[in-house]
C-alpha cells in the first residue's frame, strides 16, 4: 500500500515557474517507479513525467521537454515537478501517481493516485 499527497499547486504567470512536490506513504518507496500526470477538461489524463526507483531512467511527454525537471528524493519518500517557462497550456490538475514497478515505462500500470493539486497559468 502507498498513499500519495500533492503540494505546490496554485497560479502563475506565463514565463513563471512552480515546483509540485508528492510525499509518499510506505516503507518500500524504492520499490515504486513514480510519476505526474495532468488532466484539463475536455481531455483524458495524461502522463507528464515519470521516473524509475534510482532516477536513472526518466520519461518526459514532448510538451514539457526542456521546461519540466522530474527528480525524486528516496530518503525522503518524495518527488518533484520542478516546471519552469510556463505556459498557458500547462493549466491543469496534476497528479501523483506511483506503480509498484521499476520501470518508469508502460503508463497504463500506474495504479496508485494522489488527490491532484490545479495549477493555473495566466497570460
Known amino acids: 500500500q502507498i498513499q500519495l499527497v500533492e503540494s505546490g499547486g496554485g497560479s502563475v504567470q506565463a514565463g513563471g515557474s512552480r515546483r509540485l512536490s508528492c510525499t509518499a506513504s510506505?516503507?518500500?518507496?524504492?520499490?515504486?517507479?513514480m510519476g505526474w500526470f495532468r488532466q484539463v477538461p475536455g481531455q483524458e489524463r495524461e502522463p507528464v513525467a515519470t521516473v524509475n526507483w534510482s532516477g536513472g531512467r526518466i520519461y518526459y511527454t514532448d510538451p514539457v521537454k526542456g521546461r519540466f525537471t522530474i527528480s525524486r528524493d528516496n530518503p525522503k519518500n518524495m518527488v518533484y515537478l520542478q516546471m519552469t517557462s510556463l505556459k498557458p497550456e500547462d493549466t491543469a490538475v496534476y497528479y501523483c501517481?506511483?506503480?509498484?514497478?521499476?520501470?518508469?515505462?508502460?503508463?497504463?500500470?500506474?495504479?496508485?493516485w494522489g488527490q491532484g493539486t490545479q495549477v493555473t497559468v495566466s497570460s
Open positions: 501517481a506511483a506503480k509498484r514497478t521499476k520501470s518508469p515505462y508502460f503508463i497504463t500500470e500506474y495504479d496508485y
Open positions: 510506505t516503507p518500500f518507496f524504492v520499490d515504486y517507479a
